[in-house]
């Protein structure tokens, strides 16, 4: 799946941004406001973001550490990382990026105060090794934050899966090119385990002492925050 995951990302890279504001009206913003809330980083802690995409969970991050602080994003996708340094040096800030499997980093054990993934651990090829690996290069106390997409019930959750099933991949098509790719990312998230089953995960990792879920507009995403051994 890896593979297959990183050519999707490769082709709607240099239009994900746009398309992500479009399709998720904004509310995308206030999800990483509330991974960096609840992951508890202070100033001068040291961060490391995963599957960081274009950047933007990395600066919201570097914005709460401070200049004494060190924020460190990675992806397994080259093109995605493309326009994430020009973005933070747009913005005034130092973080740095570079190329990393989730699920085989690069660093060394107890590196970080905090390792964060948004909406990327349903598209590795095995969720608890990732979960592990990153519980691996944070300190003991430290904490895993996962901020990941839910299944909303109720009314809400039967608009949203309309939403999702539809307008998504004809939207995500229309703006990008690449409807396949829109139509992807909604199953996944449809498939993947939320709530109570995600923190199941979190147990099978057997990184972690505490774990909690924090649903966010009406379960529709979810933050994980699991304090590692």
């Known amino acids: 799946m890896s593979t297959e995951v990183r050519q999707m990302f490769s082709s709607i890279a240099t239009r994900y941004d746009v398309t992500n504001e479009v399709m998720s009206l904004g509310i995308h913003r206030l999800w990483r406001r509330a991974a960096v809330k609840y992951s508890g980083a202070k100033e ?3 961060i490391l973001d995963c599957a960081t995409g274009t950047g933007d969970l990395a600066l919201s991050f570097k914005r ?3 200049a004494s602080g060190h924020v460190v994003g990675t992806d397994f996708c080259p093109e995605m990382l493309q326009s994430a340094p020009g973005k933070a040096s747009e913005a005034g800030l130092q973080v740095e990026f570079q190329v990393a499997d989730a699920m085989a980093l690069p660093f060394a054990d107890a590196s970080f105060d905090v390792a964060s993934i948004s909406f990327g651990i349903r598209n590795v090829d095995d969720p608890v090794k990732c979960l592990k690996e990153m519980a691996r290069v944070v300190k003991p106390g430290g904490r895993v934050v996962v901020l ?3 299944q909303p019930q109720g009314l809400f959750g039967a608009l949203f ?3 999702a099933k539809t307008i998504m991949p004809a939207l995500g098509g ?3 090119g690449n409807r396949t790719a829109y139509e992807y990312l909604p199953r996944t998230a449809a498939a993947f385990p939320s709530g109570d089953a995600f923190l199941a995960l ?3 990792a057997g990184a972690y002492h505490e774990r909690v879920a924090h649903p966010l507009t009406f379960g529709t995403s979810y933050v994980y925050v699991g304090t590692v051994r």
């Open 161 to 163: 899966r309309v939403y």
């Open 174 to 176: 229309l703006l990008t």
């Open 44 to 46: 001068g802690d040291r």
């Open 148 to 150: 990941e997409f839910g």
């Open 64 to 66: 709460k550490v401070g």
């Open 202 to 204: 979190m147990d099978q």
